[in-house]
């Protein structure tokens, strides 16, 4: 047993335990778990319907299943949003992890078959938030691959794209679209500001943001107008460092993503008189024949839901 490799000596010892718990008890069944995963990341049963080509019905009775093989109740459901019970997030992070865990020994059961140069297109809250953990992961699968990163705004990275310079581009739009991209999450977008600093905002809300195309700047403007709330740009960078820098110094207010605020950090609302922003939708953009690109798209995702999740537990979201 000490000969083993980790992942394979933990997936025996994970089934010796499984034995213990007597044949008439239920299993976890990993389908019902990657259901219960998309059910959570997407945050309900109509879209994670859409995304593993099932009917809602055939979602909901996953999630009984699995209910009933967890013996507790995994998800209380309203009218108006999805949470997790506590039994729920605790199986979470166990169905993340034994979902990862089988991915990575499928791929290494199989060999890398995944190899040569892969050209990445990505905005930078993608680059700066989620690639590092994604390559590391992505790396240890599939070895043999490589990738060439540039950074920039989606809508330049898709026309690099159309000319056949890039292979898969990661993206951003604030509204989902019509079979152009595979839709990865949705979050909301939220006002970022120092923790440490008084928010006194009551003449013309200083902001930090992106240059123009932008879908942050254009949904903070457009909600401002919304209710006639005063603005004015006092700092404008083409680096999301830049503005969350601006943000951290109490500078300036910016918009990020809710699983992209961090130390030091807090989100600001209604008692700032700021409006509601919309939802960012996190896209990719690839053609489904490439192999590597798809591995890549998955890791994407699994990290990026990952992330969401983990911040809408943190930010009470």
């Known amino acids: 047993m000490n000969n083993l490799h980790p992942l394979l000596s933990y997936l025996v010892e994970w089934g010796a335990m499984d034995k213990t718990v007597g044949t008439s008890s239920p299993t976890l069944d990993i389908v019902l778990l990657r259901t219960f995963l998309e059910v959570v ?92 953990q994604v390559l590391q992961g992505f790396h240890r699968w599939h070895p043999q691959a490589s990738i060439e990163l540039k950074v920039g705004i989606t809508a330049d990275l898709l026309r690099q794209q159309e000319r056949g310079h890039l292979d898969v581009v990661f993206g951003k739009r604030c509204s989902r679209t019509n079979g152009e991209g595979e839709l990865l999450w949705r979050e909301p977008l939220v006002w970022a500001y120092a923790s440490a600093c008084a928010a006194d905002l009551a003449e013309a809300l200083p902001l930090a943001v992106f240059p123009e195309p932008c879908i942050y700047r254009e949904a903070a403007l457009a909600a401002l107008g919304s209710v006639a709330r005063p603005w004015r740009v006092v700092f404008e960078s083409g680096s999301m460092a830049g503005c969350l820098s601006a943000a951290l110094a109490g500078f300036a207010v910016t918009v990020v993503a809710r699983s992209q605020l961090r130390e030091g950090l807090r989100e600001l609302g209604e008692e700032e008189r700021l409006p509601a922003l919309p939802a960012a939708c996190f896209y990719a953009f690839s053609p489904r024949t490439n192999p590597a690109a798809r591995a890549l798209i998955e890791a994407v995702r699994s990290i990026g839901q990952r992330s969401r999740f983990m911040a809408a537990r943190l930010h009470g979201g």
């Open 41 to 132: 990341d997407s945050g309900g049963f109509a879209l994670a319907a859409e995304r593993l080509a099932l009917t809602p019905s055939a979602v909901s009775g996953h999630i009984k299943r699995l209910e009933l093989a967890a013996g507790d109740t995994l998800l209380a459901r309203t009218t108006r949003r999805l949470d997790l019970t506590q039994a729920g997030e605790t199986l979470y992070a166990y169905a993340r992890n034994i979902v990862d865990l089988e991915r990575e020994a499928r791929a290494r059961l199989r060999g890398s078959t995944i190899q040569g140069r892969l050209r990445v297109g990505a905005s930078e809250d993608f680059a700066g938030t989620w690639l590092p």
